[in-house]
């Protein structure tokens, strides 16, 4: 049996061969087959050696061999297990040559690609430049790789995604949990497809992008609460009796302030000017930022840093400023902090856990007098929403409630607009007077 080598072209990988023949990948040097396992080279017809595209080497400028294909005609074979053994070993060789993206489509073609292929050159390529880079790698190796990864991007179908997601719901997720997970994989397909503006995949790996089919899981808007006056006073008197030292000024700050939590995380004592009364929001602290990669067992695994500075705030702003003359309790705090303070950051201490146990005797009080709703689920974010609720439930105008807050549009709070520090102060007043009085 023999076959044109000239011919090659015409065949999409080994299953479209006649019976018997494969293509397999071999050293420029090396002709025989002692690679493949419990297979004795007089097994193997070697019908021709294919060179199959070419590279310019920099150093040099000359084109190089990038890859050789070896066509063989596989023998009368009695041990079907030894068969198996061959085949899985092809196919293990044609996974590779795809993630090397050599040129291989001979080999491979686009539709031939695993999941788990798709997964590890979208973790390859895209993730380490994204800011969630730590949360998404653990949910596509950890959610979909597992469950869907074995997958060739010909045959995943969006049924397969639905049955992941019925089993996130039999666990109890939230839905904007799940939502989340979701739009990781359609992240992930929209770069396989060459939908990414910024990495692109040549020729796109993903033709039929299935989970444009999967819908988003209707979500419960009224989590987003802010602390009634009632339940400020009851969350107040549990935050008095907590043992901690940094709780009553995270609390009060970030009830003030209205920012994020990341962004009074990244302030730093050069962010307060006590002459001009001014707070300046120009960097978070990110739980954790993409400092490299590695390849582990033929993957690619992201290296992160922990706890991490970054410029800029969660909106895409450069920074804003936030006037405190009007908030002197706030202001006493932060000179009272920076004395005390053997760190660069303002609050360098998370109490999570004593914010929890406050906000749980908070809920258990209520319930047991019956008299004041509250809610155990209560976040760090509510106080953003309640100090803005705060501010629009006084007068204060959308355009100043923006500037205090932060926020990138009015749809958020309409288009985000630099400010002066001053316009601020209104703001500051009306918090002043709604949260300590006159005093």
Known sequence: ???????????????????????????????????????????????????????????????????????????????????????????????????????????????????AQLINKYVDTVLPSLKNSERYEKDLREIWEPEIGHLTLDEITADHIEDVKDK?????????????????LKSAFRFGAGKNKKFRVRPAWVTNDVTKDVEAMDLDNERNRYLSPDELKRLREQIKLSTSDDLKDVCDFLLAAGCRWSEMQGLTWDCFDKDQNVILFNK??????????????????????KNQLRNGLKNGSKGRVLDIKNLPKLRKMLLERKLESASNLIFPKNPRTAFRTAVKRATEIAK??????????????????TCLSYLAQNGVDEWTMKAHGGHESLQSLERYSHLSPKQTRKSSAVLNEVLYGNG
């Open 1 to 115: 049996m023999s076959i044109n080598l000239k011919d090659l072209k015409k065949f999409s990988g080994n299953n479209k061969l006649p019976k018997g023949i494969m293509f397999l990948p071999v050293d420029s040097k090396n002709k025989t087959v002692k690679d493949i396992p419990n297979l004795p080279a007089d097994r193997v017809l070697v019908l021709g050696v294919y060179d199959q595209g070419q590279k310019v080497d920099l150093k040099t400028g000359k084109r190089v061999r990038a890859l050789r294909i070896k066509l063989c005609l596989v023998s009368d074979l009695p041990d079907n297990d030894q068969l198996e053994t061959i085949y899985k070993w092809r196919n293990e060789k044609k996974r590779e040559l795809a993630n090397k993206d050599n040129g291989t489509s001979i080999i491979v073609q686009p539709g031939e690609r695993t999941v």
């Open 168 to 184: 996130l719901i039999n666990k109890e997720l939230a839905a904007s949990s799940i939502n989340n997970r979701v739009q990781c």
């Open 284 to 305: 978070v602290l990110a739980r954790s930022v993409c400092s490299g990669k590695e390849l582990v067992k033929g993957k690619t695994v992201l290296i992160h840093e």
């Open 368 to 385: 047991a007098e019956g008299s004041v709703s509250f809610s155990e689920s209560f976040h760090w974010h509510d106080f953003r929403h």
